[in-house]
């Protein structure tokens, strides 16, 4: 079993910062892929940013140049830098993380709990 806790989410004003991060923990043999999503109310959940295991990023349009995803493997955690935040960047911030748990086993798709960001203008 594999578990994702992620930190970090909080109340800022529009123009500010947060940083948050995604610890994996368990049985973990690799982990491939990790990403970013959020999800507002009564919006369907969307990709914020992801990152594979060597580091090649992807963001969505409307984050490119305000957030930075990172990873540290060696922690099996993921981070997210969001600078300039918008009220519209509202939302629960989710991560996932692709995760052999064993040689030899198929790769299986966990999700973290979610982290409120509340960005007022």
């Known amino acids: 079993q594999v578990q994702l806790v992620e930190f970090g989410g909080g109340l800022v004003q529009a123009g500010g910062s947060l940083r948050l991060s995604c610890a994996a923990s368990g049985s973990i043999f690799r982990i491939n892929g990790m990403g970013w999503y959020r999800q507002a109310p009564g919006k369907p959940r969307e990709l914020v940013a992801g990152i594979t295991s060597v580091g090649s990023r992807n963001y969505a349009d409307s984050v490119k140049g305000r957030f930075t995803i990172s990873r540290d493997n060696a922690k099996n955690t993921v981070y997210l830098q969001m600078n300039s935040l918008k009220p519209e960047d509202t939302a629960v911030y989710l991560c996932?993380?692709?995760?052999?748990?064993?040689?030899?086993?198929?790769?299986?798709?966990?999700w973290g709990q979610g982290t409120q960001v509340t960005v007022s203008s």
């Open positions: 996932n993380a692709g995760v052999t748990p064993y040689a030899g086993w198929r790769e299986t798709t966990y």
